[in-house]
């Protein structure tokens, strides 16, 4: 009898540590497979970025040794505290893409992109459909197979959003539509699950200055807050009808938050006078599509949005409610990402993904492609529109229209996600729907000028 329950004691203790094997993170890496690297096509420099380093990634061991490095690393040499923008303004003529600033990071379509703040370092963070984060230290320079890209995987499904601590980055929570927020704890070195929802995760943000303070929003429409030191839900509202796209905290009002929805409305709430039976908004407004986002300013003078409604919206005014819609196509087509505008540096512009002409018919010519005596319909229409690539819009708050588009030879596919650096005005990191990343940079002034 005894013997009897030993084996079973052990069965159950093997079973239990292979269900927590397999639900923690997992390495993507076909060298470990016994394959070669897979190689996307558009890459030029760095093509050997899913050459994962056995150093940089150890996932087996459910360590997260390279990024913990690079953080702490970053943290003794670009210390963070008390670091201010003097000069916001950015020179439009002067932004141009890095050569060598592009690379494939991730295998899936980016969902989400950030860079680390610290002041004098490049260093992005992206999470993928796939479950996927990555860290890529621009400025590294390979040594012993490192290439400064680390991978790993704390979740079972698409990774909604990435929240970084702003002063000491020793944070970084990610959330999931595997209903759970994890917690990169750099000086525990490992991930580690902090809540779980009973709903997909679709937005988060963090309280300004407060990162144990978080926002997120669910599947069906609920904000939560949860704090992450009681671990345990403050607070709970049912704010929107359909799932909440984006949160996004005022800058300088903690309380004042707005959120996008895909119920087609994005609204501002005074979080210090919702009623949980009848939560009442500042400002509710309703565009004729889906709202993907919505965004603060950075002096909290503007909301932007984007809507697959095909249109920019700025509001200003009290409350939100003086608006100019700007018409730009939102729509992805056969991709499955969504444009997002963000803002800058600071009010004067939103950026944005732009969708050349030629992908946005390709799949209506494609049906045409084999009719009418095997004329090639998509060789025609490209031609045409040859000079029209993928991009980034720039459009001015002023002039209430797009004033620039940053192109690129080396720019092959739309950069859906945008990220703009907090402390090098400038610094603009796109993300795609192919797992690359590319960045925008101030090209040096001329000296003849």
């Known amino acids: 009898m005894a013997d009897n329950k030993r084996a079973a004691s052990k069965r159950q203790r093997s079973k239990r540590d292979e269900v927590e094997a397999t639900s ?78 592009r690379t494939q990071v991730v295998k899936g379509a980016i969902s989400d992109v950030k860079f680390l703040p610290a002041a004098n370092m490049k260093v992005i963070f992206v999470g993928d459909e796939l479950g996927y984060l990555g860290l890529w230290n621009v400025d590294f320079e390979e040594e012993n197979g490192d290439n400064g890209i680390y991978l790993y995987q704390p979740h079972q499904s698409k990774i909604s959003g990435i929240v970084i601590e702003p002063f000491s980055m020793l944070k970084i929570f990610t959330s999931s539509y595997d209903q759970r927020i994890m917690l990169l704890d750099v000086e525990k070195e490992a991930f580690e699950e902090v809540y779980q929802d009973t709903y997909a995760i679709y937005s988060i943000c963090h309280r300004v200055e407060d990162i144990n303070c978080l926002y997120f929003g669910d599947e069906i429409g609920a904000l939560k807050i949860f704090d992450v030191r009681a671990s345990t839900l403050s607070s709970l509202w049912k704010l929107h009808e359909e799932r909440i796209n984006t949160i996004h905290c005022k800058p300088d009002d903690p309380n004042i938050v707005v959120t996008s929805s895909a119920d087609r409305t994005f609204s501002v ?34 909301l932007a949005t984007t809507s697959s409604d095909n249109t920019i919206g700025i509001f200003g005014g009290e409350n939100y409610e003086e608006k100019f819609l700007i018409h730009h196509n939102n729509l992805s087509g056969e991709y499955i990402s969504t444009l997002r505008g963000i803002w800058g ?105």
């Not at 907090?422 to 610094?427: A, D, I, R, W």
């Open 24 to 101: 923690f993170i997992r390495r993507l890496s076909r060298r470990s497979q016994g394959m070669p690297p897979e190689l996307s096509d558009g890459l030029i420099d760095k093509i050997d970025a899913r050459k994962l380093s056995k150093n940089s990634s150890t996932c087996e061991e459910f360590s997260c040794d390279g990024m913990v490095k690079t953080i702490r690393s970053l943290r003794r040499n670009d210390p963070l505290l008390d670091t201010t923008l003097t000069d916001r303004q950015v020179d439009l003529e002067r932004l141009e893409l890095n050569p060598n600033g």
């Open 269 to 302: 709430w005074d979080l210090r006078s919702i009623s949980r039976d009848q939560p009442k908004s500042l400002t509710t407004i309703r565009h004729g599509g889906p709202i993907h986002s919505a965004y603060f300013s950075p002096f909290g003078s503007f």
């Open 345 to 449: 540096w600071d009010d004067s512009y939103v950026y944005i993904g732009k969708i050349q002409e030629k992908q946005k018919h390709k799949r209506k010519e494609k049906l045409k492609n084999d009719d009418k005596n095997g004329v090639d319909v998509i060789s025609t229409v490209e031609k045409k529109i040859d000079d029209d690539k993928n991009g980034v819009d720039i459009i001015s708050t002023v002039e209430k229209k797009v004033v620039r588009t940053l192109q690129s030879d080396y720019m092959h596919t739309v950069p859906y996600r945008l990220a703009a650096h907090p402390y090098m005005v400038g610094t603009l990191a796109g993300a795609t729907g192919k797992g690359k990343v590319c960045m925008w940079v101030k090209a040096a002034a001329d000296p003849e000028s």
